[in-house]
């Protein structure tokens, strides 16, 4: 199933299930999952499992009502508003922290647990990490702090390129952080790079088409919500013009992207669920503390790069903490 026919179907469940709910199960506990960009399988089923780990599993014993925004920060407001309405039992927010300040606006009792790279201090989520002393806790990926290294293993798998074009989102909270981040350590590799913006799907091709008119030898695509969402958009043009990228996440690596350093989506979506079932427990997501991953791994697509006639390095190849063949 690919993420638009999964789209559809959590619409239809949201719809369907209030009239289930009381028919069959009037005591069931039902979830808000409002996402900020549109829902992803993969991710989802990471999230599930961790839920019926939990011993929750939708459908049986606890309900799950989904609204997505694809992309459009402005609906949040309203969807929150709606979620809300609908007297759920816990709140999870997922797709950047818009959605998750979005619901934090909406209500100050319900429970809310987040998956975001927004610093949730900073944006006003939580009092302290490890105390949260609100209502919102979750997980909480400062992944935009590893794009210098991103950059720097993409310079060490294409040494001899001369231009480096960097995709970033331009509406995306930490886009001063990335763009500062990547400028230094282009700076410090001594590797020119060409800045590349992009908040839609149309914005991605065109960004595309200057890659390949610049010369620019290799891509990076910055973490965010938005490129991963569109994941199957960007590795299949990187794919078409045979541009060598690295990305945040295993996902797109996985889907054929060249290379990837990062925390795991899986595994924060996996935490989102475990701290979902505590609170469906009767845990308070004030005491549960921000987590924050400490886990990074290179992954390599060995069959991309021998596509793309890339030699990968041995220095790199024995320092990837996995690689795909």
Same mark, same amino acid.
């Given at each position: #199933?690919?993420?638009?026919?999964?789209?559809?179907?959590?619409?239809?469940?949201?719809?369907?299930?209030?009239?289930?709910?009381? &028919?069959?199960?009037?005591? #069931?506990?039902?979830?808000?999952?409002?996402?900020?960009?549109?829902?992803?399988?993969?991710? #989802?089923?990471?999230?599930?499992?961790?839920?019926?780990?939990?011993?929750?599993?939708?459908?049986?014993?606890?309900?799950? %009502?989904? @609204?997505?925004?694809?992309?459009?920060?402005?609906?949040?407001?309203?969807?929150?508003?709606?979620?809300?309405?609908?007297?759920?039992?816990?709140?999870?927010?997922?797709?950047?922290? &818009?959605?998750?300040?979005? $619901? %934090?606006?909406?209500?100050?009792?319900?429970?809310?647990?987040?998956?975001?790279?927004?610093?949730?201090?900073?944006?006003?989520?939580? #009092?302290?990490?490890?105390? /949260?002393?609100?209502?919102?806790?979750?997980? !909480?990926?400062?992944?935009?702090?590893? +794009?210098?290294?991103?950059?720097?293993?993409?310079?060490? *798998?294409?040494?001899?390129?001369? *231009?480096?074009?960097?995709?970033?989102?331009?509406?995306?909270?930490?886009?001063?952080?990335?763009?500062?981040?990547?400028?230094?350590?282009?700076?410090?590799?001594?590797?020119?790079?060409?800045?590349?913006?992009?908040?839609?799907?149309?914005?991605?091709?065109?960004?595309?088409?200057?890659?390949?008119?610049?010369?620019?030898?290799?891509?990076?695509?910055?973490?965010? /919500?938005?490129?991963?969402? +569109?994941?199957?958009?960007?590795?299949?043009?990187?794919?078409?013009?045979?541009?060598?990228?690295?990305?945040?996440?295993?996902?797109?690596?996985?889907?054929?992207?060249? $290379?990837?350093?990062?925390?795991?989506?899986?595994? $924060? !979506?996996?935490?989102?669920?475990?701290?979902?079932? @505590?609170?469906?427990?009767?845990?308070?997501?004030?005491?549960?503390?921000?987590?924050?991953?400490?886990?990074?791994?290179?992954?390599?697509?060995?069959?991309?790069?021998?596509?793309?006639? *890339?030699?990968?390095?041995?220095?790199?190849?024995?320092?990837?903490? +996995?690689?795909?063949?």
């Amino acid at each position: #199933m690919r993420r638009r026919e999964f789209i559809k179907a959590a619409t239809a469940s949201a719809v369907a299930w209030p009239l289930a709910a009381r &028919a069959q199960q009037p005591a #069931m506990p039902v979830i808000g999952f409002l996402d900020g960009q549109s829902f992803d399988l993969y991710l #989802m089923t990471a999230f599930r499992q961790a839920l019926k780990d939990a011993g929750y599993i939708e459908g049986r014993n606890v309900a799950i %009502y989904f @609204r997505s925004a694809d992309g459009q920060t402005d609906r949040l407001v309203t969807l929150a508003g709606d979620i809300v309405g609908r007297r759920v039992a816990v709140i999870v927010t997922t797709g950047g922290g &818009a959605a998750a300040l979005a $619901a %934090y606006a909406a209500t100050t009792t319900i429970p809310i647990v987040f998956v975001s790279g927004v610093d949730p201090i900073t944006s006003g989520l939580v #009092m302290s990490l490890n105390r /949260p002393g609100s209502n919102a806790t979750g997980v !909480y990926i400062p992944q935009q702090v590893l +794009e210098g290294k991103r950059l720097a293993l993409l310079h060490g *798998l294409v040494p001899a390129t001369k *231009l480096i074009a960097v995709l970033l989102n331009p509406t995306n909270a930490n886009f001063q952080t990335q763009l500062r981040i990547v400028q230094d350590a282009a700076r410090d590799l001594g590797q020119q790079v060409n800045i590349l913006s992009a908040s839609t799907a149309r914005d991605i091709d065109v960004a595309f088409a200057t890659v390949t008119k610049s010369g620019a030898g290799a891509l990076l695509v910055g973490s965010d /919500p938005f490129f991963n969402s +569109e994941r199957d958009q960007v590795v299949g043009l990187a794919a078409r013009h045979a541009i060598p990228a690295i990305f945040e996440g295993r996902e797109f690596v996985t889907a054929g992207g060249l $290379a990837s350093y990062g925390t795991s989506l899986a595994d $924060a !979506y996996r935490q989102a669920g475990i701290y979902t079932g @505590r609170v469906l427990r009767g845990e308070k997501a004030a005491d549960l503390p921000i987590v924050q991953p400490t886990k990074f791994e290179f992954v390599i697509n060995l069959k991309t790069a021998k596509a793309l006639g *890339l030699d990968v390095p041995p220095g790199l190849s024995s320092s990837a903490d +996995e690689m795909i063949e």
